[in-house]
C-alpha cells in the first residue's frame, strides 16, 4: 500500500483479556517496527523486525507482550491478559533495510492503533 | 547509549511568526541521521526534515529548516512563518548509521506547539 497501515484504529477492551494489533508495512520494507506512547508521553521502542532475522525484543515490557511477522510483510502484536497500564497508542512503522553507512532511511509510521483497557 | 533531550515541554507562537525548537542528544558514534517529527492530533507522526551528519550544510524543507551544531550536538528546528496547521507535538530522533536494531530511532519527549491567530 501507499503508507503503514494499522488496525484497528481505536479498542477499548476489558481487563484481563487478550488483544491483537495488527501492522501492514509498505511495501518493499524489510525493517519494520512497533513503538509504544502513553499519554503525554514520547515513544517507546518495543520490537523490531527485519526481514528473515530473529527480531529484536528488547523492548517489550513483559511477556505478556509477544509479536510476529509473516512472511516477511504482515506483522501482529498481541497483548495477553490486558491490564489498565497497558492503554496507550500504539504505533508501527516501517522502512528499507540499513545497508550501508550512508542509506539513511526514513522510517515511516502508520497513524497508531489506540487501545483503552478499562 | 543514545539520548535525545527537548528541553521545552510546550511553545508557542503569533502566526505568521518564526519559531525554534531545541533539541541536543548524546553520542559516540560519528555517523547517524537525526529527524524531527510532528505529530498532529491525529496521531500519526510526520516526517519533517531529515539531516544526515556527515552532511554540513543544513537540511531545509520549505518553511522548516534545521541548525545543526555537530561539535555541540545540536539539532534545532526553526519553522518560518508559523501557519496554524503546524500545531502539532514535535519530535526530534536520533537514528544509528549502523544496520540491524541499533538502527532504530530513539526520540526525545517531545515540545507542544501552539499557533495563536
Known amino acids: 500500500g501507499a503508507g503503514v497501515s494499522q488496525s484497528p484504529s481505536n479498542k477499548v477492551t476489558e481487563k484481563g483479556k487478550d488483544v491483537e494489533l495488527r501492522c501492514d508495512p509498505i511495501s518493499g520494507h524489510t525493517a519494520l517496527y512497533w513503538y509504544r506512547q502513553s499519554l503525554g508521553q514520547g515513544l517507546e521502542f518495543l520490537i523490531y523486525f527485519q526481514g528473515n532475522s530473529a527480531p529484536d525484543k528488547s523492548g517489550l515490557p513483559s511477556d505478556r507482550f509477544s509479536a510476529e511477522r509473516t512472511g516477511g510483510s504482515v506483522s501482529t502484536l498481541t497483548i495477553q491478559r490486558t491490564q489498565q497500564e497497558d492503554s496507550a497508542v500504539y504505533l508501527c512503522?516501517?522502512?528499507?533495510?540499513?545497508?550501508?553507512?550512508?542509506?539513511?532511511?526514513?522510517?515511516?509510521f502508520g497513524e497508531g492503533s489506540w487501545l483503552t483497557v478499562v | 547509549a543514545q539520548t535525545v533531550t527537548q528541553s521545552q515541554p510546550e511553545m508557542s507562537v503569533q502566526e505568521a511568526e518564526t519559531v525554534t525548537l531545541s533539541c541536543t542528544y548524546d553520542t559516540s558514534e560519528s555517523d547517524y541521521y537525526l529527524f524531527w517529527y510532528k505529530q498532529p492530533p491525529s496521531r500519526q507522526m510526520i516526517l519533517v526534515i531529515r539531516q544526515e551528519a556527515y552532511k554540513q550544510q543544513n537540511a531545509t524543507e520549505n518553511r522548516f529548516s534545521v541548525n545543526f551544531q555537530k561539535a555541540a550536538k545540536s539539532f534545532s528546528l526553526k519553522i518560518s512563518d508559523s501557519q496554524l496547521g503546524d500545531a502539532a507535538m514535535y519530535f526530534c530522533?536520533?537514528?544509528?548509521?549502523?544496520?540491524?536494531?541499533?538502527?532504530?530511532?530513539?526520540f526525545g519527549k517531545g515540545t507542544k506547539l501552539s499557533v495563536k491567530p
Open positions: 512503522a516501517s522502512s528499507l533495510a540499513l545497508k550501508n553507512l550512508r542509506s539513511g532511511n526514513t522510517i515511516y
Open positions: 530522533a536520533y537514528r544509528s548509521g549502523r544496520g540491524g536494531s541499533q538502527g532504530n530511532l530513539i
